[in-house]
């Protein structure tokens, strides 16, 4: 599997801004799928993740009520809508895949089997 993330940039604080991630594979539906990021001079960190179904989603809590994991398994896509924006969101944002029946608990633990390259977003005070 390997999986393309896009949609960062420039934003202002309190804006909106949508990434997407596509999945090669015909087995998408099949996986976790979850978001990550890592800010300048730390650790990444879980944001959110979604069931393969899309029945179930677990979020951090510096991001709840504020962001939205969803995913369209007919495009094979992922997407994460960031509302409400804040200068110490800004990170580069890592979407991530887990397969085997593997639980959004596990994959939120970092237990990702693919990767994607990340994008960076920008939040300006």
């Known amino acids: 599997v390997q999986l393309q993330a896009s949609g960062g940039g420039l934003v202002q604080a309190g804006g909106s801004q949508r990434l997407s991630c596509v999945a090669s594979?015909?087995?998408?539906?099949?996986?976790?799928m979850g978001w990550f990021r890592q800010a300048p001079g730390k650790e990444r960190e879980p944001v959110a993740a979604?069931?393969?179904?899309?029945?179930?989603?677990e979020y951090a809590d510096s991001v709840k009520g504020r962001f939205t994991i969803s995913r369209d398994n007919a495009k094979n896509t992922v997407y994460l809508q960031m509302n409400s924006l804040k200068p110490e969101d800004t990170a580069v944002y890592y979407c991530?895949?887990?397969?085997?029946?593997?639980?959004?608990?596990?994959?939120?633990?970092?237990?990702?089997?693919?990767w994607g390259q990340g994008t960076l977003v920008t939040v300006s005070s």
């Open positions: 991530a895949a887990a397969s085997g029946g593997k639980t959004i608990s596990f994959l939120f633990s970092g237990g990702a089997d693919y």
């Open positions: 594979g015909r087995a998408f539906r099949m996986y976790v």
């Open positions: 979604i069931t393969w179904g899309g029945g179930s989603t």
